[in-house]
């Protein structure tokens, strides 16, 4: 069983950056794909990022592309999610997953959830 606890969530301007944290329990952390998703209120969860083993390769929904950066450390057993330019579309719970198989697609499946964390954008 992987535990996964998501950080660094907040309020914070529109325009502004916030980076999350996902800290994972498993010592074999380096062979999870981890990915990130959101879900706000009344919405359906979104795929926002994913990123191989070795954080070689990542991937990224289309409303996030070229403003979210997602990264890992596996020495750490931490993955990252870089959020800038925030707008007032971006608010919702972020989660973390992770999953041992390999495979970067938006629409895989994951075994493993975190809890999320509340990101909240002011206009």
């Known amino acids: 069983q992987v535990q996964l606890v998501e950080s660094g969530g907040g309020l914070v301007q529109s325009g502004g950056s916030l980076r999350l944290s996902c800290a994972a329990s498993?010592?074999?952390?380096?062979?999870?794909?981890m990915g990130w998703f959101r879900r706000a209120p009344g919405k359906e969860r979104e795929f926002v990022a994913a990123?191989?083993?070795?954080?070689?390769?990542?991937l990224y929904g289309d409303s996030v592309e070229g403003r979210f950066t997602s990264s890992r450390d596996n020495a750490k057993n931490t993955v990252h999610l870089q959020m800038n330019s925030l707008t007032p579309e971006d608010p919702a719970v972020y989660s973390c997953?992770?999953?041992?198989?390999?495979?970067?697609?938006?629409?895989?499946?994951?075994?493993?959830w975190g809890q999320g964390t509340q990101v909240t954008v002011s206009s």
């Open positions: 997953a992770a999953d041992p198989r390999p495979g970067l697609t938006s629409r895989r499946e994951y075994a493993y």
């Open positions: 498993e010592r074999t952390f380096g062979r999870y794909v």
């Open positions: 990123i191989s083993w070795t954080g070689g390769t990542t």
